[in-house]
């Protein structure tokens, strides 16, 4: 039995009975109330679409690159369900705003081991546990407990970016099937189904134009052997298409995941989770709740809500007042304000500290007034030099895996630079008097540190 689902991006998705029972579980239904693109809502109005209808669609688009490729190889309905169920898994393990709470408010005042997949992960397991119909569900299609770590492994995919060996390091399946392993998060090229369906759905929601043809690339994909595994390969005459999907990235990343604005809310999202941190449970700070998988799941974007419609009696009154003050800011959009920023260069700015040191000297009225933010942007993560073509393998009319050469002459018609970085300074007050104060500050950091102006 198949369930239909009316999709803005993809159309008619249908989804068989197994998959529907983990999507109608609370801990799935939760991802309906966190926005795909967290804070960037505040500059596109259009981008309140959520993780549950992204991870639904990256399900659908898993089932449709399985179906092509087993033109090419066998690929048990065991290993598709598998595939689908880490598609619609993978981002389960998100906290309220997606990134902003996993890289932003985790990273600065936890130092736990932890992502966002490792999350999913143990959601998986804890779905596992206490919904025994999903499990038996799984089971009655065929899964063992060896095929639940294979979910987990294409979830948590990150062995390969680290295995420069080509020792095969998973369990799930053997290296004969490692192409398995490329569809959901591929962490060897990036060229996967999460990125077909969230740069789909984000152009689509913040009224950009889409360049990407993902009918095509799947199209165009074959499986092919390198260095004793089996991996997903694209038609040379593809290059153009995969180098646009990976400009599209880099362009929404200027354009709207690192906006100033986007940046400036949040910061203050931020804050108010820090000051709210000892106050949302009673037993559990909010950062711990990481590892306390019944309060993580209660977590989602309502959280700002939560939060002002609390009594100040049972709780600090001070970091209560301070977190319902920014947030009645956010509501009248009265935000940091962005008052400088570097000019693109390739240069790591690691010692924030020293830098904020420089910048407020002895002007104690900026204490604690200014945020850095380090940017980095680019055209993916994959490749040595920056330039994400470099790992994906192309083949030719005649199915042959072609060598370096035919990358290289693509590759004179690369960009000078494949990356850039850049420091932004914001100022949390509302005085503007200290507003003009830190933007003269940091301009004149700016003009120490970038003499020539780049």
Not at 78 to 83: G, I, P, S, W
Not at 270 to 294: A, E, G, M, Q, W
Not at 317 to 346: D, F
């Amino acid at each position: 039995m198949t369930y239909i689902f009316n999709d803005p991006i993809h159309g008619t998705m249908e989804l068989n009975r197994v998959l529907v029972g983990i999507i109608d579980t609370p801990a799935f239904q939760r991802l309906r109330n966190i926005k795909q693109t967290g804070a960037v809502c505040f500059v596109y109005p259009g981008a309140t679409h959520t993780r549950f209808e992204h991870s639904i669609g990256v399900c659908h688009l898993a089932g449709q690159v399985i179906d092509k490729l087993s033109q090419h190889a066998t690929i048990t309905p065991v290993d598709k369900l598998c595939v689908q169920v880490a598609g619609l898994l993978h981002d389960v393990g998100h906290g309220p705003f997606s990134h902003l709470f996993d890289n932003s408010f985790i990273q600065e005042i936890s130092s736990a081991e932890w992502s966002h997949e490792l999350q999913s992960c143990r959601i998986f397991d804890h779905i596992l546990k206490t919904h025994e119909e999903v499990a038996k569900s799984l089971k009655d299609a065929g899964l063992t407990d060896i095929d639940f770590i294979f979910i987990k492994e294409l979830i948590n995919a990150k062995d390969f970016k680290s295995n420069n060996n080509h020792e095969w390091l998973f369990k799930g399946r053997p290296k004969q099937k490692s192409f398995l392993y490329e569809i959901v998060a591929n962490e060897r090229t990036g060229i996967d189904v999460d990125k077909f369906d969230y740069l789909l759905r984000d152009c689509y929601y913040l009224g950009v134009n889409c360049t990407l043809d993902w009918r095509r690339l799947v199209h165009m994909m074959r499986i092919v052997e390198k260095d004793g595994q089996f991996r997903i390969a694209i038609r040379d005459k593809e290059k153009d298409n995969v180098f646009n999907m990976f400009y599209l990235r880099m362009h929404l990343r200027r354009i709207a995941y690192q906006h100033s604005t986007v940046g400036a809310v949040d910061f203050m999202i931020r804050d108010v989770l820090k000051l709210c941190n000892d106050v949302i449970f009673p037993d559990t700070l909010l950062s711990d709740t990481i590892h306390h998988i019944d309060k993580y799941l209660r977590l989602n974007d309502c959280i700002l809500d939560l939060i002002s419609n609390m009594d100040h009696s049972n709780h600090s009154p001070n970091h209560l007042n301070q977190a319902k003050k920014l947030i009645g800011r956010l509501r009248t959009r009265r935000l940091y304000n962005m008052v400088a920023e570097t000019p693109p260069s390739t240069e790591d700015f690691k010692d924030k500290i020293k830098i904020l040191g420089e910048i407020v000297g002895d002007e104690n009225t900026l204490k604690d007034q200014i945020i850095l933010s380090d940017l980095s942007l680019n055209f993916g993560k994959w490749g040595a030099s920056g330039d994400p073509l470099e790992s994906v393998l192309f083949y030719d009319k005649h199915g042959t895996v072609l060598s370096d050469k035919f990358y290289n002459e693509f590759s004179l018609f690369s960009p000078s630079s494949w990356s850039q970085k850049q420091l932004r300074f914001y100022c949390t007050s509302e005085d503007p008097t200290i507003t003009e104060l830190a933007k003269r500050k940091c301009n004149e950091w700016i003009a120490r540190a970038f003499p020539d102006g780049q």
